[in-house]
């Protein structure tokens, strides 16, 4: 990893690192006059389309040798070395690296222990510009090849990315979420600023949106084809735009590989689960003679998803607790529950007179004592702290068994490129990608929950509870608030299949086209591009609560033949609307049937397409030569036109409580979060122009 404050950012770099014929090899027509290093290696660069980090200190006052004819990049190289007294430090076939020759380092070292100035940072020089978008700017640049990524992390890049501490706080494949937004991505979040702050290129152009917020999913880039990842750490708004707030994540291609690769592993934990399987193709070649290249790759993982118990620290049920103040930091409990609910249900809110206040259902029907656990915390030093109202520490209290620690997930990829010489100014390149990525988990258990308006409330004379339970309750015949209680319940008899989960689809389509050239005998550079991109993301909540039909099933009444019925349904204003309505007995672990939680557990989705076309371009090169180097201008443009819209099955409103006995008006009609549809436009126009001018050699 290289790491530098002065940097030119890479774009349209030509790397050839993993070729099996590597560019070397390939005979190219060259014409480069002798002339001063800092101009000539530049040139060199671009006709060789091959990028080169120099030291520029080291390059003022250095002149190579003119370079014609048709030869291999490595002669041609070697040809205009010839007496600069620098020399090839290394070439991984894609990027060489160039310093003095060994006999003149001493020198250098001496200076630098003597305290004299240390030596100028490098500089990377391009073959596709002269000067990159964000010019010699102040802002540190980290550059991370592809190889050193995958060897920390052999399933994927992004993995890689997130294990530098610049990336903590990113969103990862991990947990289901309820529903509300996609989290079957992997989204860079550079210092944990907010995902939406980092911009996201693929070859320094902007990559389509996958999600809301304009974020990417780095997932559908094509990993098998990136030879290393830009990360401007600072602020580049003034290049790029106000969402680079943060900085700047740029995925630079190999261009030219040449051959083809393999990518197949495989792993599981050291626990037995979250086995993961990764495929990956890549193959490129060149055409017409050299003028032409083309290349792609096909990707596929897969990753088995796991729950939180599934781990040995999963059943220690470890809770944080606090407010993180001085007084109440934030800190762990062992076996965290909720006082208020139980698995059985609680009893809470009990109108009085009540016997049973506080008490559980310990089994179907049967009412028993409740432990509410121990109440509050400890800190680092042991002096008890309030901790939160909602978490105590052992006893009765529910907890959340079958959540999800990482969903399972597969994505699968297409990326193909061509390009095409059209003389030796000017190229033609297409590019067009694929990618679909899929992930499905559990998130929490639906629970009844107590308080003020909530929909947890029955009537003492509920035809499921025996005449033994009514009495413990305190029932006096009436159906009114004075003859009503609350439970307090974690709805798990049904199993993983009866909690909140999500499932998360996320489709992306897109291409580019482009042109490069350059003019004034390489002085300067332009380019013009256009990008399409579509993006499908398709959220299915599962299990949502509909408190409506909550509600209405919550009041159970005796029907003919020994049955329970739904009020509503024996009302004539309401029998249509709540025909279908299953009563629910919710009183005891396993009570609730099926049927009655199917009738108000709902499936809401939400259908969202973000479409982006964005048509930009640029120019640069050298304006002239100053006093102390040579004066670089470059002035690039974009406008994007972007399309949102969102469809939803769910209504956002508040519940009806026409005809309920039991009921709260000011409850949304879902639990969980639901998506409004919405259609939205934006366009953005952008433009930026940079001078840089050395004011010291």
């Keep these: ?48 389309n091959i990028q080169i980090i120099a030291p520029v200190s080291q390059l003022r006052g250095v002149k190579t040798q003119a370079v014609s004819g048709t030869m291999p990049l490595d002669e041609a190289l070697a040809k205009l ?78 993995d890689g990315l997130n294990k530098l501490p610049i990336f903590q706080g990113s969103q990862q494949i991990r947990r289901a979420g309820d529903g509300s937004t996609n989290l079957a991505s992997n989204v860079l979040n550079l210092r944990n600023f907010g995902v939406q702050r980092t911009l996201v290129l693929l070859d320094g152009r902007r990559a389509p949106p996958s999600n809301a917020d304009g974020t990417v999913d780095i997932d559908g880039l094509p990993q098998m084809l990136v030879s290393r990842v830009d990360i401007v750490t600072g602020g580049a708004s003034a290049v790029y735009g106000s969402d680079a707030v943060t900085g700047v994540v740029n995925f630079v291609l190999d261009k030219q590989f040449n051959g083809f690769k393999a990518d197949i592993n495989a792993g599981i934990s050291n626990f037995g689960d979250a086995a993961s399987q990764r495929f990956g193709l890549a193959a490129g070649s060149v055409l017409f003679g050299g003028r032409g290249h083309i290349e792609g790759s096909i990707e596929y993982l897969h990753q088995d998803g796991f729950d939180v118990f599934d781990r040995p620290y999963g059943p220690s049920l470890y809770a944080e607790v606090g407010s993180g103040t001085a007084a109440n930091p934030f800190t762990y409990i062992p076996n965290g529950r909720w006082p208020n609910s139980s698995f059985g249900g609680l009893i809470n809110n009990c109108a009085a007179p009540c016997p049973a206040a506080g008490m559980q259902f310990i089994a179907n029907g049967i009412l028993g004592p409740f432990d509410p656990g121990i109440a509050g915390a400890k800190d680092a ?133 482009g042109l490069d050239g350059s003019f004034l005998d390489g002085r300067a550079a332009w380019n013009l591009f256009y990008t399409h991109g579509e993006n499908r993301l398709a959220v299915d909540l599962i299990n949502n609560q509909n408190y409506q039909k909550l509600f209405a099933a919550s009041d159970a009444v005796a029907g003919q033949g020994g049955t329970v019925q739904c009020y509503a349904a024996t009302q004539s204003a309401t029998a249509a609307r709540y025909a279908d309505c299953v009563p629910i007995n919710p009183f005891g672990p396993t009570a609730i049937t099926q049927s009655a939680f199917q009738y108000f557990a709902e499936t809401t989705v939400f259908r969202q397409t973000n479409v982006m076309d964005n048509l930009g371009g640029g120019i640069s090169g050298r304006l002239f030569d100053g006093w102390a180097g040579p004066v670089n201008a470059a002035l690039s443009a974009e406008a994007r036109w972007n399309d949102y819209s969102v469809t939803a099955s769910a209504p956002i409103t508040t519940v009806d409580c026409t005809g309920l006995r039991i009921c709260s008006p000011t409850l949304p009609l879902y639990a969980q979060p639901v998506v409004a549809p919405v259609p939205v436009l934006n366009n953005v126009r952008e433009i930026a122009g940079e001078v840089v001018v050395f004011l010291l050699k």
């Design 1 to 48: 990893m290289a790491s530098k404050r002065k940097y030119w950012l890479a774009t349209g770099v030509a790397i050839a690192m993993h070729s099996t014929v590597p560019a070397a090899a390939q005979p190219r027509s060259i014409n480069i006059p002798s002339q001063e290093a800092a101009k000539s290696i530049p040139e060199f660069a671009r006709q060789e």
């Design 81 to 158: 070395l010839v007496g600069t007294g620098l020399e090839v430090a290394s070439n991984d076939g894609g990027t060489i690296v160039l310093r003095r020759a060994p006999e003149v380092l001493p020198t250098q070292v001496t200076e630098a222990a003597d305290g004299g100035p240390p030596p100028s940072e490098s500089i990377i020089v391009t073959g596709s510009r002269v000067i990159a978008d964000a010019a010699d700017s102040p802002t540190p640049l980290t550059m991370v090849p592809a190889q050193q990524l995958r060897a920390t992390s052999p399933t994927n890049l992004p």
């Design 381 to 513: 030093a042991g002096n008890p702290t309030p901790g939160t109202g909602n978490e105590n520490s052992g006893g009765d209290g529910a907890y959340s068994p079958f959540g999800t620690a990482q969903d399972a997930y597969r994505h699968a990829s297409f990326f193909g490129r061509f390009d095409y010489k059209l003389n030796q100014a000017l190229s033609f390149y297409l590019q067009s990608s694929a990618s679909e990525a899929f992930s499905t988990g559990w998130h929490f258990p639906m629970k009844l929950t107590p308080g003020a308006g909530q929909a947890s409330t029955f009537f003492k004379n509920n035809p499921y509870l025996s005449p033994t339970v009514q009495a413990q309750l305190g029932n006096n015949g009436l159906a009114d608030s004075t003859n009503t209680f609350q439970l307090g319940k974690f709805l798990v008899g049904l199993g993983q299949g009866g909690t909140n989960g999500a499932t998360n689809v996320n489709r992306l389509l897109s291409i580019q086209t």
